[in-house]
């Protein structure tokens, strides 16, 4: 006939499982504690915009100037927005309008300039431009592969090669400096000029 068996073994083999099972899991615990944590994607955008408009106002309210662009990408990687097809109308006392086109530009965070690149055009309009399907002419285009347009005195800089062209004139350079507050654009470098006289 079988002894039975004495219930303090029973607790203690109980208890010896209950604190080996309770290690195990505390060391599972721990490890899951040291793996580090999953990185972010810094490439990946952290916002994105489609057919974003941005209008900065004087301290009269009037527009200075006016952003558009097809999409603005943010990215945590770098510290600005790259921005597709963008262009800017900016505006002075006089009623005069500039125009800047260009492929692509470049929004540095917390700075007071944007860089296009890419086929740049800007163009001078002596008056508003009006609303209406008959397209109106500029009295001043300059071409340049590159410019930057400071925010906030909106000046224009381009040290890359730049054709202006007027009515009867056009000029080749190197460096060219536009002020729209100022309604001028001088071209300093390595000037080239060629006048078309008047029939």
Not at 18 to 24: D, E, G, H, R, S
Not at 64 to 91: C, G, M, V, W
Not at 139 to 150: G, I, M, P, S
């Amino acid at each position: 006939m079988a002894k039975p068996r004495k219930p303090h073994i029973n607790l203690i083999v109980l208890l010896f499982v209950t604190i080996a099972f309770a290690v195990i899991i505390q060391y599972q615990t721990g490890k899951e504690q040291l793996k580090p944590a999953p990185q972010k994607n810094q490439d990946r955008p952290d916002f994105f915009l489609k057919n974003a408009t941005t209008k900065v106002m004087d301290e009269t309210g009037k527009i200075r100037y006016k952003l558009e662009a097809d999409n603005i990408y943010h990215t945590q990687k770098q510290n600005e927005s790259k921005l597709s097809n963008p262009k800017i109308t900016a505006f002075n006392q006089d009623n005069n309008t500039w125009v800047i086109t260009a492929k692509n530009g470049t929004l540095p965070d917390h700075k007071e300039h944007l860089t296009l690149d890419d086929n740049v055009v800007t163009q001078r309009f002596k008056k508003p431009i009006e609303t209406r399907q008959e397209p109106t002419k500029s009295d001043l285009t300059a071409n340049t592969k590159q410019l930057t347009y400071y925010t906030k005195n909106q000046n224009i800089v381009s040290e890359g090669n730049v054709i202006i062209t007027t009515d009867s004139t056009v000029i080749n350079g190197g460096r060219m400096a536009a002020n729209i507050p100022a309604n001028t654009m001088e071209i300093t470098t390595n000037v080239k000029a060629s006048i078309k006289p008047k029939d």
